[in-house]
């Protein structure tokens, strides 16, 4: 039980599997097709710049449009049961073990021409297209992430004291005051998790768009698109998105640490 | 939930999940290819089962859960005790590697693949295929087999080994009867993460998968991009069946086990 050595199979796995194959991208990344060093990849990647932000504002909208859904919801839950918690939290879970494109396509059924939206609104003389949009894919997103913000944020609401609350209202707290001097303080670690949890997948996603944006693509169906013809600028793109990722988890951890310190 | 205004709410959230998969499902009874009700069938469900390439892409997608989940979980168990004796600044780094696959956007992590599998498949004469998929199955699901199991070697008493060892085990014995049986429960839900994890996985099969090797969600891709196919609607249905009863039934069965534990 003392021994390092089952660790290594692991160790060499991840050699090969994990550090190999990202340090190929950025190998890519800087070389030109000729296998020189060369900064050519990221110019060529700075034309889908304005896709990327496109990207990075569609997940944050997302992010916050889940967010804005799941906090109450998730305090509301959290306030029930043990019992009808579990069970919720149950039915919370089916629609995510749907395969997600199988998902997606049920918005393309939906929000089509001549689609059930589309003939309710045409009965109030209604007449919009419904996808081929930025709306669309928010709406997709929205769909697919939004248990991934409701889950953290009941985890660690389920977890808060009620008495802190009885207290918190004894000593003269309004309702106002104590939501925000007392339940939003301690929801904080689950904000974290949850704007991670649906932010990250947002940005990087791919086919989403490809289903429900029309033309419009997002960064994940540029490298794929890009991959298939230019491994060079593709790996540029991937090598972007990855720091941007990890810049934005640094971030989300501060945040995280500095709220543990306060609280 | 006790206020009128948290049901409701709780109510509309539940709609906005459930009603496009209930959507799906009923027009996978529709005897047409458009949003007009044409009468009742089940003529798309003959012919998903009558189409070989959905069966023999079902069957792809059941073998590689079960080895990669398989392999996964010997590794990854193997992994989380001897990555646990590792001391201080080398532990967290090697964690911090094993993590990668988790935190990086799935579409990194599945180009990143592709560079290693074609370029190692010119050196050596391979293509992509079944082999290539199931290692990228291995590598995303080990991760969270071993986040699943250090924290049972965190609990873990380590005097229960040698008291199994001054009992007269030897260190495989303790290892099988004791060790193991102490992290059974984090080898088991780390299993359950890779098997369905790997069931779903669409991106990394996707750029790992060369040009013939279908799984299921590959399936689903190429039967819903950019058309409208009832047969995907009739896959939807059966799989929320699936979903529904593997959750009656461990639901039911973790319900006995509470009850036999407090009797």
């Known amino acids: 039980m003392k021994s390092k050595r089952p660790a290594i199979p692991y160790l060499g796995w991840m050699l090969v599997f994990t550090i190999v194959p990202l340090l190929m991208v950025i190998y890519f990344a800087f070389t030109n097709d000729q296998g020189q060093f060369s900064l050519e990849p990221f110019k060529n990647a700075s034309v889908y710049s304005e896709v990327f932000l496109y990207s990075l504002g569609i997940a944050l909208i997302s992010t916050v449009i889940c967010l804005v859904l799941a906090y109450p919801l998730a305090y509301s839950i959290s306030r029930c049961s043990e019992r009808a918690q579990s069970m919720i939290i149950m039915f919370l879970m089916v629609p995510m073990w749907m395969n997600f494109l199988l998902r997606i396509y049920a918005w393309v059924l939906i929000l089509q021409n001549y689609g059930p939206l589309d003939m309710i609104l045409n009965l109030f003389g209604v007449d919009v297209t419904l996808i081929g949009n930025s709306g669309a894919v928010i709406v997709g997103m929205v769909y697919e992430f939004l248990p991934f913000m409701i889950l953290p944020l009941h985890a660690v609401m389920s977890k808060i004291d009620p008495s802190l609350i009885e207290a918190a209202q004894d000593l003269g707290c309004s309702g106002f005051h104590v939501f925000s001097k007392v339940i939003f303080p301690l929801s904080v670690p689950g904000i974290i998790s949850g704007v991670t949890m649906v932010f990250v997948p947002?940005?990087?996603?791919?086919?989403?768009?490809?289903?429900?944006?029309?033309?419009?693509?997002?960064?994940?169906?540029?490298?794929?698109?890009?991959f298939q013809s230019d491994h060079n600028t593709g790996s540029a793109i991937a090598v972007v998105l990855m720091i941007v990722i990890l810049g934005f988890l640094v971030v989300m951890n501060r945040f995280g640490d500095k709220e543990a310190v306060n609280g | 939930m006790k206020k009128l205004s948290s049901k409701i709410y709780f109510g509309i959230i539940m709609a906005f999940l459930y009603l496009p998969i209930i959507y799906l499902i009923a027009y996978s009874f529709n005897d047409g290819k458009t949003s007009v009700w044409k009468g009742f069938t089940m003529k798309w469900y003959t012919a998903l089962f009558n189409d070989a390439q959905i069966m023999n892409s079902l069957y792809n997608t059941l073998i590689i859960a079960v080895l990669a989940s398989v392999i996964a979980t010997i590794l990854g168990t193997a992994a989380a005790i001897g990555i646990y004796n590792f001391k201080g600044g080398v532990r967290s780094a090697i964690q911090n590697v094993s993590n990668i696959p988790i935190i990086n956007p799935e579409i990194v992590t599945g180009v990143s693949l592709m560079l290693l599998f074609t370029f190692a498949g010119v050196m050596m004469g391979f293509e992509m295929g079944f082999w290539?998929?199931?290692?990228?199955?291995?590598?995303?699901?080990?991760?969270?087999?071993?986040?699943?199991?250090?924290?049972?070697?965190?609990?873990?008493?380590?005097?229960?080994y040698e008291a199994a060892l001054d009992l007269g085990c030897s260190p495989v014995q303790a290892f099988f009867k004791v060790v193991l049986h102490e992290l059974m429960p984090g080898i088991f839900s780390g299993f359950l993460i890779s098997f369905t994890y790997s069931l779903d996985d669409f991106v990394i099969t996707y750029f790992t998968r060369g040009s013939r090797f279908q799984t299921l969600p590959v399936q689903i891709y190429t039967m819903t991009h950019q058309r409208i196919n009832p047969k995907?609607?009739?896959?939807?249905?059966?799989?929320?069946?699936?979903?529904?009863?593997?959750?009656?039934?461990?639901?039911?069965?973790?319900?006995?086990?509470?009850?036999?534990?407090?009797?």
């Open chain 1, 202 to 226: 947002t940005a990087s996603t791919f086919l989403v768009a490809q289903y429900l944006g029309g033309t419009q693509f997002m960064i994940g169906d540029v490298i794929e698109r890009v």
């Open chain 2, 132 to 160: 290539t998929v199931l290692l990228a199955h291995i590598g995303f699901c080990t991760p969270y087999v071993i986040l699943n199991v250090t924290p049972r070697i965190r609990q873990m008493d380590p005097s229960l």
């Open chain 2, 232 to 263: 995907a609607n009739a896959l939807s249905a059966l799989m929320f069946v699936v979903v529904i009863g593997v959750l009656i039934i461990s639901n039911f069965a973790s319900r006995k086990k509470n009850e036999e534990a407090t009797r």
